[in-house]
């Protein structure tokens, strides 16, 4: 059958990224106390060893054309392996594997020889791959040489977690396992240019630099707090803006809405919930709470899962939904992507017609629209729209997935398979205007070139957050 003949898409090409992939887990009774808890009545149990993509980054936009379609994109394996391919062909263009970093701790290393695994990867400026580590190196790969440019350090005994680029991709936000936020010039990484130590208290999970708003930074973390940061300022106390509370670890989070102030926030948290915040006042918008994942199985449409059943042997049946993967705003919309334990998924997005109070969207500058599904039988099941169902091409959990158009006409999914499948998509971004950015400087400054190493608060960050804009509120004339 042809796409727009079936409720659901087939992967158009797959890759495997490897031949030893981790072997799927068993579902077993939730109350055992193992893996985790899935549709509120099994457990998926943990893979057995191999090897599987850990994560995915194409280089939409690094170079300066957000519009035009990725030149390249980069895996990252468990085995410590940096895999690149050519996004047309989707053959390998590169294959990397990051040095040992020899001040971390060896159990930051796993049992592929000693070789330290990829946390995050991302596409920086000037033709560049940059990884973090686990074991606590930042890497700078030269696409165009095809070797490392040059490589910085956290300080020991601390894992990078995760990374985000700022200031026309030159100043890098790496996030740690020990509540930090350090700061790199990616041109001279050798050099931390300074942290932020005092406004988290657990694992640093999400670093996102405002697309609109130039130095604006938000961090997430394990301890539930969403902080957002001004970074243009000198100090972490006087760049703290607003701390949220999720109340939940935060695993995702990022900025959407159409407002100018790009103060609109999600999070996906590690309980499989999502929720919405104004970052500005740190009031929640809406939170869907833990029936998240029964609304995203009830928005899928009972064709789906009938024709899915049909036209694979063994049948696969695809009506639940058991963990979130990760969201993306784009072009006007906030985009979800959430699977089940069998490798299938399905892409959702919040949608039109009705919009969230609390000072965001309608007639006031705009803001988040959220779509309605009008053919939804109850209210409950009224906040995600289906878009597409993709099915047969993972055999295990769908860890990341990347837009590989500009449109989102197709999209690809990395897996603990060690699979990377591509998908065409029937979805149309609605006709929704971009936001306006602010009338701030783009290119790194003098706040952080000037202040190297600065941090502010001690060893015991608990609260330091909330006390910092304590201190601020009642030190305001």
Same mark, same amino acid.
């Given at each position: 059958?042809?796409?727009?003949?079936?409720?659901?898409?087939?992967?158009?090409?797959?890759?495997?990224?490897?031949?030893?992939?981790?072997?799927?887990?068993?579902?077993?009774?939730?109350?055992?106390?193992?893996? @985790? $808890?899935?549709?509120?009545?099994?457990?998926?149990?943990?893979?057995?060893? /191999?090897? %599987?993509?850990?994560?995915?980054?194409? &280089?939409? /936009?690094?170079?300066?054309? /957000? =519009?035009?379609?990725?030149?390249?994109?980069?895996?990252?394996?468990?085995?410590?392996?940096?895999?690149?391919?050519?996004?047309?062909?989707?053959?390998?263009?590169?294959?990397?594997?990051?040095?040992?970093?020899?001040?971390?701790?060896? =159990?930051?290393?796993?049992?592929?020889?000693?070789?330290?695994?990829?946390?995050?990867?991302?596409?920086?400026?000037?033709?560049?791959?940059?990884?973090?580590?686990?074991?606590?190196?930042?890497?700078?790969?030269?696409?165009?040489?095809? #070797?490392?440019?040059?490589?910085?350090?956290?300080?020991?005994?601390?894992?990078?977690?995760? @990374?985000?680029?700022?200031?026309?991709?030159? +100043?890098?936000?790496?996030?740690?396992?020990?509540?930090? !936020?350090?700061?790199?010039?990616?041109?001279?990484?050798? #050099?931390?240019?300074?942290?932020?130590?005092?406004?988290?208290?657990?694992?640093?999970?999400?670093?996102?630099?405002?697309?609109?708003?130039?130095? +604006?930074?938000?961090?997430?973390?394990?301890?539930?707090? @969403?902080?957002?940061?001004?970074? *243009?300022?000198?100090?972490?106390?006087?760049? +703290?803006?607003?701390?949220?509370?999720?109340?939940?670890?935060?695993?995702?989070?990022?900025?959407?809405?159409?407002?100018?102030?790009?103060?609109?926030?999600?999070?996906? *948290?590690?309980?499989?919930?999502?929720?919405? %915040?104004?970052?500005?006042?740190?009031?929640?918008?809406?939170?869907?709470?833990?029936?998240?994942?029964?609304?995203?199985?009830?928005?899928?449409?009972? *064709?789906?899962?009938?024709?899915?059943?049909?036209?694979?042997?063994?049948?696969? $049946?695809?009506?639940?939904?058991?963990?979130?993967?990760?969201?993306?705003?784009?072009?006007?919309?906030?985009?979800?992507?959430?699977?089940?334990?069998?490798? =299938?998924?399905?892409?959702?997005?919040?949608?039109?017609? *009705?919009?969230?109070?609390?000072?965001?969207?309608?007639?006031?500058?705009?803001?988040?629209?959220?779509?309605?599904?009008?053919?939804?039988?109850?209210?409950?099941?009224?906040?995600?729209?289906?878009?597409?169902?993709?099915?047969?091409?993972?055999?295990?959990? !769908?860890?990341? %997935?990347?837009?590989?158009?500009?449109?989102?006409?197709?999209?690809?999914?990395?897996?603990? &398979?060690?699979? +990377?499948?591509?998908?065409?998509?029937?979805?149309?971004?609605?006709?929704?205007?971009?936001? !306006?950015?602010?009338?701030?400087?783009?290119?790194?400054?003098?706040?952080?070139?000037?202040?190297?190493?600065?941090? $502010?608060?001690?060893?015991?960050?608990?609260?330091?957050?909330?006390?910092?804009?304590?201190?601020?509120?009642?030190?305001?004339?």
């Amino acid at each position: 059958m042809m796409l727009q003949d079936k409720p659901f898409s087939t992967p158009s090409r797959t890759l495997i990224t490897s031949f030893t992939p981790r072997k799927p887990g068993s579902s077993r009774p939730a109350n055992d106390g193992k893996g @985790m $808890v899935v549709n509120g009545s099994t457990n998926i149990a943990p893979s057995e060893d /191999g090897d %599987w993509v850990l994560c995915l980054a194409t &280089d939409r /936009g690094a170079n300066g054309n /957000g =519009n035009a379609p990725p030149e390249t994109l980069a895996c990252a394996l468990s085995n410590g392996e940096v895999q690149v391919y050519d996004a047309q062909r989707l053959h390998v263009a590169r294959c990397y594997r990051p040095p040992r970093n020899l001040w971390s701790d060896h =159990n930051y290393r796993n049992r592929h020889h000693n070789v330290s695994t990829v946390n995050d990867l991302k596409y920086g400026p000037q033709h560049s791959l940059v990884t973090a580590g686990q074991d606590g190196s930042i890497n700078v790969f030269d696409l165009r040489k095809g #070797e490392i440019a040059s490589q910085g350090h956290l300080p020991p005994g601390q894992q990078a977690l995760c @990374m985000e680029f700022g200031f026309d991709g030159y +100043l890098a936000a790496v996030g740690s396992s020990k509540a930090r !936020v350090h700061f790199f010039d990616l041109r001279k990484p050798s #050099e931390i240019l300074g942290s932020y130590v005092d406004s988290h208290r657990d694992d640093i999970t999400q670093v996102s630099f405002s697309k609109t708003t130039p130095g +604006l930074l938000l961090t997430a973390s394990e301890d539930g707090l @969403m902080c957002l940061f001004d970074a *243009t300022q000198p100090t972490e106390e006087t760049a +703290l803006k607003s701390v949220v509370n999720v109340n939940a670890p935060v695993r995702k989070a990022g900025f959407c809405g159409n407002n100018i102030n790009n103060n609109t926030l999600y999070a996906l *948290t590690g309980n499989e919930t999502i929720s919405i %915040w104004n970052g500005e006042n740190s009031s929640l918008i809406h939170d869907f709470g833990w029936e998240s994942r029964q609304q995203l199985s009830a928005a899928i449409p009972h *064709t789906v899962a009938t024709a899915s059943a049909s036209a694979f042997s063994p049948p696969t $049946v695809h009506n639940t939904i058991d963990y979130l993967v990760d969201a993306s705003w784009e072009h006007g919309e906030l985009l979800v992507l959430a699977g089940s334990a069998t490798g =299938n998924t399905s892409l959702f997005r919040l949608a039109q017609h *009705t919009n969230f109070h609390n000072g965001i969207g309608g007639s006031n500058g705009g803001g988040l629209s959220i779509h309605f599904n009008n053919n939804a039988a109850t209210p409950s099941q009224s906040h995600f729209q289906h878009l597409e169902s993709f099915v047969g091409g993972h055999r295990g959990v !769908v860890r990341a %997935w990347c837009p590989l158009t500009p449109l989102c006409s197709s999209l690809i999914t990395a897996g603990e &398979d060690a699979r +990377l499948c591509e998908w065409h998509t029937r979805y149309s971004p609605a006709a929704i205007p971009p936001p !306006v950015a602010s009338p701030a400087p783009t290119t790194l400054g003098s706040s952080f070139l000037g202040n190297k190493r600065s941090s $502010v608060g001690g060893e015991d960050s608990m609260y330091g957050s909330e006390r910092r804009l304590r201190h601020k509120a009642s030190s305001s004339p």
